[in-house]
């Protein structure tokens, strides 16, 4: 745990400690409402909402709060509230303590809690495309971040590998013995992607065949041998190719992760015959559903919940409880996070109503449904190919390293063959994964490869050069040895006594809000508030940068404390593109 305290932290507590003495006893709990100022440092906002209660002016208040700020310096303004600037001593203080700690002074208020994270889910036999890139990287940043924070997170991919399609497609390939699609590497799903489409438009042509790939599914549910073996095949290789995908994309799941739904096959039956006996459960048209309070559909009918259908197979509802069984009882989940997108939001509430009375997801383990938007193309529809069909991940990821690497090279640089070549791939994903993560989550948002990969603006490839410059200016400082006698940690010595440029206070303001960034994303679930952080540090470094000359200035002193921010904000950008799953190249 950091002791490293945020201005921003010693600020509420000031004025804090401040309202509590010039307001009457009742009310000395008032909250001060500290928020950053473009007119000042901060601006407290607490005394507006308690004036009515206390009987007097804010004005009035503010300045009786203010004349007991020791060590800031306040103003009332406007209708009360007030504008408080802290010292320069205390501004290179937070840098040289953020410096000297490992985390960047960051705290972990989340030590001890176990978190389930459900994210990406593709279907074993079927390509991964554009619709699994948002669960991906949203589910990845949250793991990133909740785990960087202390939680003991554990990752499940959710993936499709039992069902009525693999009757039919293991069908498929029994009567088509000379079809290829073993051992074709990158080739092997688009082989079994087609594959799957031939056998689905068999079953659909042809009532014996369908009838065949129903009792092929009889078999595999069944466990018999062939059957079994050659849908082990057929998971195994997919498995392969998703952390082929996974490795690319730079996201932490791994083969340790997959925990597809066969794996709660055997449970089924009891969710099932337990919902029936305790009466959550009630049979309806031959299926067996469940229902939950307020939920209606348009003509004011009540919406079932389907656990197991007609035909006896079970439902995706039936899947979602056995796992959230396991997820509370195996893996002792405080917190079980889903992230799906949006058009799933109503099934995860009924089924999230469901558990909660069958007293599988007790009061004090919390279930979140993490929606997401729908990623759309130029034309503002949802992204195809231009002849209609779904848009393969692994060619999303290709013509972003193809935009970049033309970006790139139109630039002088000295990189050998390799290093460009891992430059364009770090920058090829960084632009796709921030295009997606710097987007209200909730928000469609348009697919944009020009867009993606420009080095202005707000951009992962504009944070990734931001860093790089700052790397430069170090390493520049190395060279020269210019960066002045370093602390026994290896650290830039700040002095304190100095008095800051404004651009140097700005981003040294900015850099002491990172750890409260964190907490913030990992309460909201929204990614987006990191970029737009690092994109703040980003731009409030290149300002300060315009404005004080760090390997150039006339005193030692001026230059340690400008390389000293140099360096918290190289590794303040490298630690939060780190968080969103992005790599921070020394060179760009």
């Given amino acids: 745990m950091s002791d490293v305290v945020a201005i921003k932290d010693q600020v509420e507590a000031a004025v804090q400690a401040a309202l509590s003495k010039v307001l009457p006893a009742e009310l000395a709990g008032t909250g001060p409402v500290v928020r950053r100022s473009d007119r000042a440092d901060f601006q407290a906002n607490g005394t507006l909402a308690v004036a009515k209660k206390a009987a007097r002016s804010p004005r009035d208040i503010g300045a009786d709060v203010a004349g007991r700020l020791a060590g800031l310096t306040a103003e ?25 700690d490992a985390r960047l002074g960051l705290t972990t208020p989340r030590t001890g809690e176990r978190v389930v994270v459900d994210y990406s889910a593709p279907n074993v036999a079927k390509e991964m495309h554009v619709g699994h890139l948002r669960s991906s990287v949203i589910g990845d940043a949250l793991v990133r971040v909740l785990t960087h924070l202390g939680a003991d997170v554990t990752r499940q991919n959710h993936i499709g590998d039992w069902g009525t399609q ?11 013995p000379r079809v290829s699609w073993k051992g074709r590497g990158a080739e092997t799903m688009s082989a079994l992607d087609g594959l799957y ?34 849908w ?14 996974y490795d690319r994309l730079g996201v932490l799941l791994d083969g340790g992760d997959f925990d597809g739904e066969s794996r709660y096959n055997d449970a089924l039956p009891d969710v099932v015959d337990e919902l029936l006996r305790t009466g959550i459960a009630t049979e309806s048209d ?37 796992t959230i069984r396991l997820r509370v009882d195996h893996y002792k989940a405080d917190r079980i996070l889903y992230v799906v997108d949006a058009r799933q939001a109503l099934h995860f509430r ?10 599988w997801l007790p009061e004090a383990v919390q279930t979140q449904h993490v929606p997401f938007g729908t990623v759309l193309g130029t034309d503002g529809r949802p992204f195809k190919t231009r002849s209609g069909k779904t848009v393969r991940l692994a060619d999303l990821l290709d013509d972003a390293e193809a935009a970049i690497r033309t970006v790139l090279e139109a630039k002088e640089h000295d ?31 348009v697919f944009d490869v020009d867009q993606m990969v420009a080095t202005t603006g707000n951009t992962g490839v504009y944070l990734q050069y931001a860093h790089a410059r700052v790397r430069s200016i170090l390493r520049k400082a190395d060279a020269a040895a210019v960066q002045g006698p370093m602390t026994a940690a290896g650290v830039i010595p700040v002095d304190v006594t100095l008095p800051a440029h404004p651009t140097e206070k700005a981003l040294a303001l900015i850099l002491d809000a990172f750890d409260a960034t964190l907490r913030d994303v990992a309460l909201a679930l929204e990614p987006h508030r990191l970029c737009g ?46 968080l969103l799953g992005i790599q921070a190249p020394e060179r760009m």
């Avoid at 489409?197 to 018999?224: H, I, M, T, W």
């Avoid at 009924?350 to 909660?356: E, G, K």
Wanted: with cysteine.
């Fill in 286 to 322: 031959g299926a067996v559903v469940t229902f939950t309070d307020g939920v209606t559909g348009p003509e004011g009918e009540p919406v079932p919940l389907i656990v197991r259908k007609k035909d006896g197979g079970f439902g995706y509802a039936a899947t979602d409880l056995a």
């Fill in 166 to 176: 693999f009757g039919m497609l293991i069908q498929y390939l029994d009567e088509h």
């Fill in 232 to 245: 082990r095949d057929l998971v195994a290789e997919s498995e392969k190719a998703f952390e082929v995908i």
């Fill in 533 to 578: 952080y690092l994109y703040d540090v980003a731009t409030a470094f290149t300002r300060f940068y315009d404005a004080c000359p760090v390997l150039k200035a006339d005193d030692d002193a001026v230059r340690a404390n400008r390389l000293a921010l140099c360096d918290l904000t190289g590794q303040t950008l490298a630690t939060g593109l780190d």
């Fill in 76 to 100: 009332v303004s406007g209708p009360g509230f007030l504008n408080i600037t802290v010292p320069d001593d205390l501004v290179w203080s937070a840098v040289a303590a953020r410096l000297a």
């Fill in 350 to 359: 009924m089924v999230f109503d469901t558990a909660r009375r069958a007293g």
């Fill in 415 to 445: 990189f050998a063959d390799a290093e460009l070549d891992a430059v364009v791939h770090a920058a090829g994903i960084a632009a796709i994964k921030y295009a997606d993560l710097s987007n209200t989550r909730t928000k469609d948002y």
């Fill in 197 to 230: 489409k031939a056998a689905r438009a068999e079953f659909e042509a042809d009532p014996a065949f369908a009838n065949r790939s129903r009792a092929r599914v009889v078999a595999l549910q069944a466990g018999d041998a062939a059957t079994l073996g050659v």
